[in-house]
């Protein structure tokens, strides 16, 4: 699963099957789950589901980082997804 970004603790990456879904990144600790947050990532950033229980005040905090660089995961998954 490629590493986009690392904070507060948490990978924020891609999940290398889901090329053919919309853009959206998971959020966890450790390895890599089918449980960690899911969220998409196009005009909005909207979380789809957090069952990585990731506290409110962390999710609100990786909810704004997404929004301020969702350009450059777009651009990233298109790279990765070879939608260029």
């Known amino acids: 699963m490629p590493t986009l970004y690392k904070l507060l603790g948490y990978?924020?990456?891609f999940w290398s099957?889901?090329?053919?879904?919309?853009?959206h990144v998971h959020?966890?600790?450790g390895r890599p789950s089918e449980n960690d947050t899911k969220i998409w990532v196009?005009?909005?950033?909207?979380?789809?589901?957090?069952?990585?229980k990731i506290p409110e005040s962390d999710l609100l905090k990786i909810l704004r980082f997404i929004a301020q660089n969702k350009t450059r995961i777009i651009a990233q998954w298109n790279k990765h997804f070879g939608n260029e």
């Open 11 to 13: 990978t924020i990456y």
């Open 17 to 23: 099957g889901d090329g053919s879904e919309p853009v």
């Open 27 to 29: 959020v966890g600790k």
């Open 42 to 52: 196009g005009e909005k950033v909207i979380l789809e589901h957090n069952k990585g």
